[in-house]
T-cell receptor
Framework: ETGVTQTPRHLVMGMTNKKSLKCEQH?????MYWYKQSAKKPLELMFV???????ENNSVPSRFSPECPNSSHLFLHLHTLQPEDSALYLC???????????????FGPGTRLTVL | KNQVEQSPQSLIILEGKNCTLQ??????????LRWYKQDTGRGPVSLTI???SENTKSNGRYTATLDADTKQSSLHITASQLSDSASYIC???????????WGAGTKLIIKP
């Protein structure tokens, strides 16, 4: 499969559960991103990984933990989430991180997360 | 504060009609502006990117304009089709790929 894939597509979890979201890119890119998309709100950048560095949004709670074992895979580990964390979680990749912003980000289909 | 405002929040038009979506931004420094299309249940897909010196750029039935003086952009869709039903998101870059300021999007519904 080409492009950016995400699994699972849908996830329902309780507040005491631990789960992980997986993202894989088949584009040979060097930067990967996690975004949170809530209804009627702008995309919120959560984490960025590239060959050069890791960038975090300091407002992201510690109950979200990213892992990037290599340039093709990105995980988001979830534990003790709250109902307000229910949202669409999007993964994206691009060739590089630090440029003029002209480098296109390619998105996966997202994981629809519901926290009960 | 860096901000991107889109209007309208939602729009319903009949198939075959034209429409224009608006994007106003207050982002500094400005690098470029991009329009994304997001189908329901899918991730956003880039439609067009415009730099400071570009006023108009077309991609099929989509035409984007940029006025850097007034800090406004528009996305014009000609002869709309049912497949144009989606959310359209305006994104402004402040210099790098993690300094992107996202708008909340306009949800467009095309009715037959």
């Amino acid at each position: 499969e080409t492009g950016v894939t995400q699994t699972p597509r849908h996830l329902v979890m309780g507040m005491t559960n631990k789960k992980s979201l997986k993202c894989e890119q088949h584009l040979g890119h060097n930067a990967m991103y996690w975004y949170k998309q809530s209804a009627k709100k702008p995309l919120e950048l959560m984490f960025v990984y590239s060959l050069e560095e890791r960038v975090e949004n300091n407002s992201v709670p510690s109950r979200f933990s990213p892992e990037c074992p290599n340039s093709s895979h990105l995980f988001l580990h979830l534990h003790t989430l709250q109902p307000e964390d229910s949202a669409l979680y999007l993964c994206a990749s691009s060739h590089k991180l630090r440029d003029s912003g002209t480098d296109t980000q390619y998105f996966g289909p997202g994981t629809r997360l519901t926290v009960l | 504060k860096n901000q991107v405002e889109q209007s309208p929040q939602s729009l319903i038009i009949l198939e075959g009609k034209n429409c224009t979506l608006q994007c106003n931004y207050t982002v500094s420094p400005f690098s470029n502006l991009r329009w994304y299309k997001q189908d329901t249940g899918r991730g956003p897909v880039s439609l067009t990117i415009m730099t400071f010196s570009e006023n108009t750029k077309s991609n099929g039935r989509y035409t984007a304009t940029l006025d850097a003086d007034t800090k406004q952009s528009s996305l014009h869709i000609t002869a709309s089709q049912l497949s144009d039903s989606a959310s359209y998101i305006c994104v402004v870059s402040a210099g790098s790929n993690y300094q992107l300021i996202w708008g909340a999007g306009t949800k467009l519904i095309i009715k037959p």
